[in-house]
């Protein structure tokens, strides 16, 4: 059963500090997504990874995935207050079935000046 | 943004009435999608379909029934609410199309509270 793994769990940073998530997971998979929740709304697609050194950046948001390690980080530059959110990464539970998604539990950012 | 509306967006039930929420797209996509948010767990998969008529059940589907009638449309039931039930429900759907195989896009969500 693939297990997906995020850390940390919540993050409280200062504006203009560098980060990075990680997310983990369990079986083999060659593609993986991040989202975005704002408190109480819903999701919103971040960026699709979709091979092995997979490297996408939107702002001060980059993400990159290594399939051989089974991880993907999302990688925050100069934090400012309007990235606090919820992100959550999602994998495919199989590499060959990619018609379902499983979510890792999310991590909460704060960004405080 | 993609398509897609649920209906109601908030709703309070009492224990034992059933109850059905609705997702309606118009992007003509191919997969919709059932999920239930609840804190500390992330987002869980109740069911799924992946065309009219064919349905799946995800990793929290007891309880739960769907059915998908036409395209756009895919119900989600609760014949009998449980407290356990109560969670914010999320729709999206998909289409396993290159170039970003099964993106999934969310509806706003259903606030169903029971009890």
């Known amino acids: 059963e693939l297990k997906v793994e995020q850390n940390p769990l919540f993050l409280s940073m200062q504006e203009g500090k560098n980060y990075t998530i990680y997310c983990n997971y369990s079986t083999t998979s060659d593609r993986l997504y991040w989202y975005r929740q704002d408190p109480g709304k819903s999701l919103e697609s971040l960026f699709v990874?979709?091979?092995?050194?997979a490297v996408k950046q939107e702002g001060r948001l980059m993400a990159s995935l290594d399939t051989k390690a089974r991880l993907s980080t999302l990688h925050i530059t100069a934090a400012v207050h309007d990235l606090s959110a919820t992100y959550f990464c999602?994998?495919?539970?199989?590499?060959?079935?990619?018609?379902?998604?499983?979510f890792g539990t999310g991590t909460r950012l704060q960004v405080f000046p | 943004d993609a398509g897609i509306t649920q209906s109601p967006r908030h709703k309070v039930t009492e224990t034992g009435t059933p109850v059905t929420l609705r997702c309606h797209q118009t992007e003509n996509h191919r997969y919709m999608y059932w999920y239930r948010q609840d804190p500390g767990h992330g987002l869980r998969l109740i069911h799924y379909s992946y065309g009219v008529k064919d349905t799946d059940k995800g990793e929290v589907s007891d309880g739960y029934s769907v059915s998908r009638s036409k395209t756009e449309d895919f119900l989600l039931t609760l014949e009998s609410a449980t407290s356990s039930q109560t969670s914010v429900y999320f729709c999206?759907?998909?289409?396993?199309?290159?170039?970003?195989?099964?993106?999934?896009?969310f509806g706003p969500g259903t606030r169903l509270t029971v009890l």
């Open positions: 999206a759907i998909s289409d396993l199309t290159v170039p970003s195989y099964n993106e999934q896009f």
């Open positions: 999602a994998v495919p539970p199989r590499s060959y079935n990619t018609d379902k998604l499983i």
């Open positions: 990874l979709l091979s092995n050194g």
